[in-house]
């Protein structure tokens, strides 16, 4: 059996546990795990797993736990995860990962491969701007598509549902239109992806992340903004009052006013998502399978209708749970990066932008009162 590699996962929130306990149910990593926030927590009582996948596990540690980056840079990894989430406007990715850019680890370490595990579009062009400035090649920087359902329910309690799917590629600067990767992009994405579905993980490996992150931000864009504006669940949408007494559940749709939430609220949220098919086409995103189809407004639709009409639908978006929880959003790569890509390109938004001003309201008292 091959030795297990060293891995480092920054950032130990709902979606850095599931991948750490990923890595490591993988036998081929060494997982050295930085959390900060919840680091008591987790040292002194590991991680309890209350998830219908992998099933209830109590008391589960990494390889080893660290307080910060600067304390895991003792060592040389093949591959870095960042999976906090990407707030510019508190943190950027460079200042999370320095003490590896900087020396004296930057001078004794090869750069390993950084995989972002991040929401949002362009969250890998200011570590590819920091990795080039170190002059030693062009950067490794594996972006991902993420479908998961999972919330911290406590700093060392991790709720998680049935599934985590992952497209991954090579992020390419600047570059939306390469469909191939290079044997050398390939022998990277191959050992990765060997790596994560050995621990559990159902993996894709695309030619092309960025157009598979700008359809999967459909759902973010559509829905996120829902939730957190509305402070309501999906079901509100589209889910019937229960109709079996001894069942007892919200939200769901009232029937006094169902029919003006069908005519007024699903069109608009659609119509949201119509912006963003006419974006992908100025991008150079083709009208096809491989590419942001047409279709996609109907698809995500009808797919988050089947996940959230049901009784057992419990989940709620995380952009939403930030809020209420008084932590920052992540407003800027979810939707501001969309209208600025979209102003630079002529395309009109109005829906969008709308949503982006709304949001950035939130944002600024948040943010505001973190600042206080």
Wanted: charged content about 20%; hydrophobic content about 40%.
């Amino acid at each position: 059996m091959a030795t297990p590699t060293d891995v480092l996962l920054v950032g130990f929130g709902a979606v850095g546990a599931v991948y750490s306990l990923v890595l490591k149910r993988s036998g081929l990593a060494r997982v050295t795990a930085v959390a900060r926030g919840n680091y008591d927590a987790v040292s002194s009582r590991g991680v309890h797993f209350k998830s219908a996948k992998y099933g209830e596990i109590e008391g589960w540690r990494p390889d080893r736990l660290v307080r910060s980056v600067a304390e895991a840079a003792d060592r040389r990894y093949s591959y870095v995860f960042v999976t906090t989430k990407a707030i510019p406007e508190r943190v950027r990715t460079p200042q999370i990962l320095h003490p590896l850019l900087s020396s004296p680890y930057a001078d004794e370490h090869p750069q390993p491969t950084y995989v972002l595990l991040q929401n949002g579009l362009n969250v890998e062009v200011d570590l590819y701007n920091a990795l080039k400035k170190l002059g030693k090649g062009e950067p490794k920087i594996v972006s991902t598509a993420l479908w998961i359902g999972t919330n911290l329910l406590e700093p060392h309690i991790v709720e998680h549902g049935n599934f985590d799917r992952l497209s991954i590629g090579m992020y390419r600067y600047n570059d939306f239109t390469t469909e191939v990767n290079s044997p050398k992009e390939a022998a990277i994405l191959e050992d990765l992806g060997e790596m994560l579905s050995a621990g559990g993980s159902e993996i894709t490996i695309v030619p092309e992340v960025q157009r598979t992150k700008f359809a999967k931000n459909f759902w973010n864009v559509a829905f996120s903004s829902f939730s957190t504006l509305t402070q309501q669940r999906l079901p509100a949408l589209w889910r019937p009052p229960p109709s079996d007494p001894s069942i007892s559940y919200t939200p769901y749709v009232c029937q006094t006013t169902a029919e003006l939430i069908t005519k007024y609220t699903l069109p608009n949220i659609k119509a949201v998502m119509e912006e963003l098919v006419v974006l992908a086409r100025a991008i150079g995103y083709p009208d096809s399978a491989s590419g942001v189809p047409s279709t996609l407004p109907d698809t995500v639709m009808e797919n988050a209708r089947g996940f959230h009409i049901v009784p057992e639908s419990f989940h709620k978006p995380s952009m939403q749970l930030d809020a209420e929880k008084g932590l920052p959003i992540e407003v800027e790569v979810i939707f501001g990066e969309v209208v600025r890509m979209a102003r630079e390109r002529g395309v009109d938004m109005p829906r969008v932008e709308m949503l982006y001003a709304l949001l950035l309201v939130i944002q600024n008292q948040i943010l505001a009162k973190l600042e206080a």
